[in-house]
């Protein structure tokens, strides 16, 4: 048999292996330690265990050792990095994906847009940071506030800031090059004009390897929050006929130039004017590529290992699209505060199906979501025939999808998917940022809510869910059918609610007075303390009212504690104990999820102690450090 080896976690990983395994392939994966539950490594026949998923060495050492003749590095990581390619084919394996060579002049957004402009593509005027001399001079060359800094290497929103103001220039080149260095081992930034509401659309493009080859229409990108995507279709709703032949002819533009070989995205801005301008290219597979494969009917993954056999796939000059998709990015980040990040349990995992619908993910129930790796647990992808239809099995494969443990970011999709403006396609790359307050409210009535939050229906959803004294006769005898039934509210409180809960699979149905119908959710005890309830879409976290011996004594929180907002590791420690601070000033750096977090003094006075060191793991809260006014 085949061999080859993915070097990714995750939802890609499985992913690739799908149809690796589908063309004959024995495949490994690469893992590590921190990853050890991760769901691929059952499925695999063979895991590689590395001390890191950025040990280039290793990785391919274990690669040749395994016997592989293919390695396939999936996204992020080490997806585009020109060395470590060059590393596998030097050991006698075959990299998939473009040569060394196209990684270097397209990956760099710096050399691709030379690239672009030398062969006639519209670009945005820029400069590089270490050839800014006047920062003041920088309107002569048609760049003026508001700027947009951005990392040469990489992608991902990593290494990238709007600044508002010449004065804040310098200090934002200088954080965006720290974390492009440490997001891609590259500190080269550079600043361009920023449009405030453009469209981000992207041409899926296959090169031959000799100057040709095809493009696979757009995708619509724009829906995004600080340059991370959060949901992505195809075919832009926006992209008639004639911007969709400029857009794929420009994008063949670098192709050919190149001599691309294999699949990759070409990235432009869309102005609200119907101009276009270049962006960058991705070298390698993107997240939202099952879109274009449901349109076109094809397997990118496959494509990719074809090419990479030395073969190229004839049907591709035939593909035609056909059908609508759009995918939605289950995270575990909390929308509600600040989008920070979540990592946790799994304790109920529950994804979607029915017609129409596929989920990409990387984990399971009772799995974890560790603080090292990326947010992502899954895509939920919908095809329709047309886009009303698939916004439709979208929002209620959403709706459907359960995730009891780590929060996510699924109540906040769902008001992406229910608003208006999307569904008229009336949205720009600013559109989340300007709607952050109506998309992070509740999806329930507030008077619904409201009833759900009494402590009569949480202590009788928590008789249902872990036993206990029968209040009813009616519990009793469901209790014996493996569910349990109580009545609870009362007159003082709220109209009484009926629960109906199996605590082995958490279904529960509500009925009562007010409610036209009876309500199906999931319940879960997520500890002895808290339950949570996911009803009409919405997820809430509920106190256990019975849990009063296990309660913990909340002292009276000192406003000058600095404690760790989640899991995380603390990158940089700004201020040495004893120093003076103002309120609001940087004291320390951390790092959870890829994404760096500024933690600022809240309050004004003195460094009093500083309770870690960098490069330290927290668990959160944390107590990192104490001020004193």
């Not at 720290?178 to 920023?194: H, K």
């Not at 981000?200 to 991370?228: A, F, N």
Request: net charge negative; charged share 25%.
């Amino acid at each position: 048999m085949k061999k080859l080896v993915i070097a990714n976690r995750g939802e890609i990983a499985r992913r690739i292996l799908r149809s690796a395994r589908e063309r004959g392939y024995q495949v490994a994966v690469i893992s590590t330690t921190e990853d050890a539950d991760a769901l691929v490594r059952s499925e695999a026949d063979t895991v590689l265990e590395v001390s890191s998923f950025l040990d280039a060495e290793a990785i391919v050492n274990a690669a040749r050792k395994w016997g592989a003749e293919l390695l396939h590095p999936g996204y992020g990581f080490l997806s585009e990095n020109a060395e470590f390619a060059r590393q596998v084919e030097s050991n006698r394996m075959r990299f998939v994906g473009p040569t060394p060579e196209s990684m270097e002049r397209l990956g760099n957004k710096e050399s691709a847009k030379k690239i672009a402009e030398a062969n006639g593509v519209p670009t945005l005027a820029s400069v590089r940071f270490d050839e800014i001399d006047d920062i003041d001079g920088m309107a002569d060359k048609g760049i003026e506030p508001p700027y947009l800094v951005k990392a040469a290497g990489g992608g991902g929103g990593r290494g990238m800031r709007i600044v508002e103001t010449a004065e804040g220039l310098p200090a934002a080149l200088e954080r965006a090059a720290q974390e492009a260095e440490a997001g891609f081992g590259d500190r080269t930034v550079f600043v361009e004009r920023f449009l405030t509401e453009p469209r981000h659309i992207e041409i899926q493009v296959v090169g031959d390897g000799k100057g040709g080859g095809v493009t696979l229409g757009e995708r619509e990108c724009s829906m995004q929050r600080r340059y991370q995507k959060v949901i992505e279709e195809a075919p832009s709703p926006v992209v008639d006929d004639g911007l969709r032949k400029k857009m794929s002819a420009a994008a063949m533009k670098l192709v050919a130039a190149t001599n691309y070989h294999g699949a990759g995205t070409v990235e432009f801005l869309l102005d609200t004017d119907g101009r276009f301008y270049f962006l960058e290219v991705n070298t390698r597979l993107q997240v939202e590529h099952p879109v274009t494969e449901a349109v076109y009917d094809v397997d990118l993954v496959a494509v990719q290992l074809a090419l990479a056999e030395g073969e190229w796939p004839k049907r591709l000059d035939a593909l035609e699209p056909g059908r609508w998709a759009i995918e939605a990015r289950v995270l575990a980040e909390d929308p509600r505060s600040e989008f920070l990040p979540t990592p946790g349990p799994l304790i109920r995992y529950r994804e979607p199906g029915g017609l129409g619908i596929r989920v990409d993910s990387g984990v399971a129930e009772g799995g974890t979501v560790p603080a090292q790796f990326d947010s992502m647990i899954a895509k939920v992808i919908a095809v329709g025939e047309t886009r009303a239809e698939a916004i439709e099995r979208l929002g209620a494969a959403l709706a459907s999808f359960v995730v009891h443990g780590a929060v996510t970011n699924l109540p906040f999709l769902q008001a992406v998917v229910r608003h208006p403006e999307f569904r008229d396609a009336s949205f720009s790359t600013a559109w989340i940022g300007a709607h952050l307050d109506e998309l992070n409210r509740s999806l329930l009535p507030p008077e619904l809510e409201t009833r759900l939050g009494t402590p009569g229906f949480r202590e009788q959803l928590s008789f249902a869910l872990k036993g206990g004294a029968s209040l009813t006769r009616a519990a009793a005898r469901f209790r014996s059918l493996g569910n349990a039934i109580a009545r609870v509210g009362s007159s003082r409180e709220h109209a009484a609610l009926e629960v109906v809960a199996c605590p082995e699979t958490g279904v529960v149905a509500l009925s009562g007075p007010g409610l036209a119908e009876p309500l199906e959710g999931v319940a879960t005890a997520l500890d002895p303390t808290a339950m949570a309830l996911t009803v009409q879409g919405e997820t809430l976290r509920l106190e256990d009212p019975r849990s009063f011996s296990h309660r913990r004594v909340k002292l009276a929180p000192s406003d000058g504690e600095v404690r760790a907002p989640m899991a995380c590791k603390v990158l940089e420690i700004k201020v040495e104990e004893g120093a003076s601070v103002e309120e609001g000033e940087l004291l320390i750096v951390v790092e959870s999820m890829k994404m760096q977090l500024e933690v600022h003094a809240p309050i004004a006075g003195t460094v009093k102690s500083i309770a870690v060191e960098e490069g330290q793991a927290l668990d959160g809260p944390d107590l990192m450090a104490v001020l004193i006014p």
